[in-house]
Nanobody, 121 residues
Framework: QVQLAESGGGLVQPGGSLRLSCAASGSIRSINAMAWYRQGPGEDRALIAT???????SYADSVKGRFTISRDNSKNTVYLQMNSLKPEDTAPYYC???????????????WGQGTQVTVSA
């Protein structure tokens, strides 16, 4: 059974920083792309940052220059460093990973349970 577990959310003032972590656990053969999504009030879940297994990254325009996605393949973990946070960044944040479980040859999509980020004075 493969699971993703997020941590690091919380309350921060505008202009502040937070670092989210997401660790994959279970019987894993390989992890391909890993990503972070968020879902604002009344909005669909939106992709904000992604990283390939080789470390190539891409970002939504709304977070480019402020957020940095990285991964530690030895720990099956992806991070999201969030700087210069704004009130409009407030949302639950979800980790997403494309994982090939042990004994399988195709990838499946897994989601974390979400971690709340609130930016407020």
């Amino acid at each position: 059974q493969v699971q993703l577990a997020e941590s690091g959310g919380g309350l921060v003032q505008p202009g502040g920083s937070l670092r989210l972590s997401c660790a994959a656990s279970g019987s894993i053969r390989s992890i391909n792309a890993m990503a972070w999504y968020r879902q604002g009030p009344g909005e669909d879940r939106a992709l904000i940052a992604t990283t390939t297994s080789a470390g190539r990254t891409s970002y939504a325009d709304s977070v480019k220059g402020r957020f940095t996605i990285s991964r530690d393949n030895s720990k099956n973990t992806v991070y999201l460093q969030m700087n210069s946070l704004k009130p409009e960044d407030t949302a639950p944040y979800y980790c997403n990973a494309k994982i090939v479980p042990s004994g399988r040859t195709i990838e499946f999509t897994y989601w974390g349970q979400g971690t709340q980020v609130t930016v407020s004075a």
